[in-house]
């Protein structure tokens, strides 16, 4: 087996054995492959041992990959920052955008979706660490965000996002989850998807309702940003 292989095997235990703690289908936690900075041969390995979604947060690189694996059914999902001039071929080329913290980003997402392609999925990324992390809209502004996305013809809201500030505190991490949580149900807008949880903290937010979690150095190894 590869190393590649190796990993996957292992998250998956991971998020097996979480989902089981708290009396969560495992079906239920989806796994979103993190390959920004690995190489289009990465994620032809994961996608052979068994992945599907793949999250990438620079434009250029996804690209530069996508036309590489043009011949893999793959759902690509942006999760990075998002430029406003940058949007129309994040709307053209991905099926996911987890990164979505402000109206202009979504009004243009959907203007620029184009018409044959299934509307957009979105999640509003949301900061719930407070000045410890710099991306994501605060909470007080998302329940108008939300509202406003809703409306958006070529977008289909499905949940919110976050990166709380890292901990190893376990006891912290599932606040943070929880918070996230907390704001979805508040929205009542019927939203299914949380996108929390990343490899060092996957299993809080599994226990918190975490339905993507999002895995780049369990599964590929350190990134050397030297290479990008
Ligand atoms: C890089 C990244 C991840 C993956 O982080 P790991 O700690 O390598 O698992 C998840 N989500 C986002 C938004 C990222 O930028």
Redesign the pocket.
């Known amino acids: 087996m590869s190393t590649i292989a190796e990993n996957i095997a292992k998250v998956g235990v991971r998020i097996r054995e979480a989902a089981q703690a708290s009396q969560r289908d495992f079906s239920s936690v989806g796994l979103?492959a993190?390959s920004?900075t690995k190489p289009a041969e990465a994620i032809r390995e994961a996608h052979a041992a068994g992945l599907r979604d793949f999250?990438e947060?620079y434009l250029q690189e996804a690209l530069d990959k996508q036309a590489l694996l043009a011949d893999l059914p793959l759902t690509w999902h942006f999760?990075?920052p998002i430029q406003s001039n940058k949007t129309r071929p994040i709307a053209e080329h991905f099926a996911w955008v987890?990164?979505v913290d402000r109206l202009k980003v979504a009004e243009r997402l959907s203007a620029q979706r184009p018409a044959e392609l299934a509307p957009l999925n979105i999640c509003l990324q949301v900061n719930v660490s407070g000045e410890a992390s710099k991306s994501g809209c605060q909470p007080e502004e998302l329940a108008a965000l939300a509202q406003a996305v809703t409306q958006l013809p070529n977008l289909r809201l499905r949940g919110l996002?976050t990166?709380p500030a890292p901990t190893d505190d376990v006891a912290k991490q599932r606040a943070a989850f929880a918070r996230l949580r907390a704001l979805r149900d508040a929205l009542n807008l019927d939203l299914d998807t949380l996108s929390m949880g990343?490899?060092?903290d996957?299993e809080a937010a599994i226990a918190e309702g975490a339905s993507w979690v999002?895995?780049?150095?369990?599964?590929?190894g350190e990134?050397d940003y030297g290479k990008v």
Request: aromatic share 4%; glycine share 14%.
């Open positions: 979103l993190v920004k999250g947060n999760i990075g987890h990164s996002m990166i990343m490899s060092h996957l999002r895995i780049g150095t369990a599964l590929f990134r």
